[in-house]
T-cell receptor
Framework: DTGVSQDPRHKITKRGQNVTFRCDPISEHNRLYWYRQTLGQGPEFLTYFQNEAQLEKSRLLSDRFSAERPKGSFSTLEIQRTEQGDSAMYLC?????????????FGPGTRLTVL | GEDVEQSLFLSVREGDSSVINCTYTDSSSTYLYWYKQEPGAGLQLLTYIFSNMDMKQDQRLTVLLNKKDKHLSLRIADTQTGDSAIYFCAESLIENTDKLIFGTGTRLQVFP
């Protein structure tokens, strides 16, 4: 399977703990995106990378959130001092810059529950 | 501003056609997408349409785009129980193709 993969699929944590999620994009894609989806809503953009450069961050991405893509391949999203409001599905997507259509291919998501 | 709206729920009988509607506010869309999400899963791309097209057909799926009214629809012919899921429309914008703007999703329930 050469699709986008995410790990873990589910994470339960206590408020105040730190969590880290990983995304492996489709191998030939140079862009990688993170979205957050809360219950009953559509996904909302958080941030994206082109290769290893983080090019845009949404205002949804508070100081407690940090994302990296150190070698331009996989990415990690860390949430520090988790709050109950962070409970959501975190989705990763990838595509190739400049290709049209600019279709983004999504992974299965990581569901975070903060108790 | 950017806003994409969908009706929340649609219920159809197996074998009938389903029509899922979407309206958007930004006229600078480049591509408009339909994604399907099954319970607990990620988003599966179903189809897309370029903003200068009016219609696109792909097997059981037909996408209609009315640019004047900023209205997009997805018709599923011969709806099956396996089509039960949440359907999201999404747009990418001319000035910012770096993110997708999603609607709130329409839950399609297919009953026998």
């Amino acid at each position: 399977d050469t699709g986008v993969s995410q790990d873990p699929r589910h994470k339960i944590t206590k408020r105040g703990q730190n969590v880290t999620f990983r995304c492996d994009p489709i191998s030939e894609h140079n862009r990688l995106y993170w979205y957050r989806q809360t219950l009953g809503q559509g996904p909302e953009f958080l941030t994206y990378f082109q290769n290893e450069a983080q090019l845009e961050k949404s205002r949804l991405l508070s100081d407690r959130f940090s994302a990296e893509r150190p070698k331009g391949s996989f990415s990690t999203l860390e949430i520090q001092r988790t709050e109950q409001g962070d409970s959501a599905m975190y989705l990763c997507a990838s595509n190739t810059a400049g290709e049209l259509p600019d279709t983004q291919y999504f992974g299965p998501g990581t569901r975070l529950t903060v108790l | 501003g950017e806003d994409v709206e969908q009706s929340l729920f649609l219920s159809v009988r197996e074998g009938d056609s389903s029509v899922i509607n979407c309206t958007y506010t930004d006229s600078s869309s480049t591509y408009l997408y339909w994604y399907k999400q099954e319970p607990g899963a990620g988003l599966q791309l179903l189809t897309y349409i370029f903003s200068n097209m009016d219609m696109k057909q792909d097997q059981r799926l037909t996408v209609l785009l009315n640019k004047k009214d900023k209205h997009l629809s997805l018709r599923i012919a011969d709806t099956q129980t396996g089509d039960s899921a949440i359907y999201f429309c999404a747009e990418s914008l001319i000035e910012n193709t770096d993110k997708l703007i999603f609607g709130t999703g329409t839950r399609l329930q297919v009953f026998p």
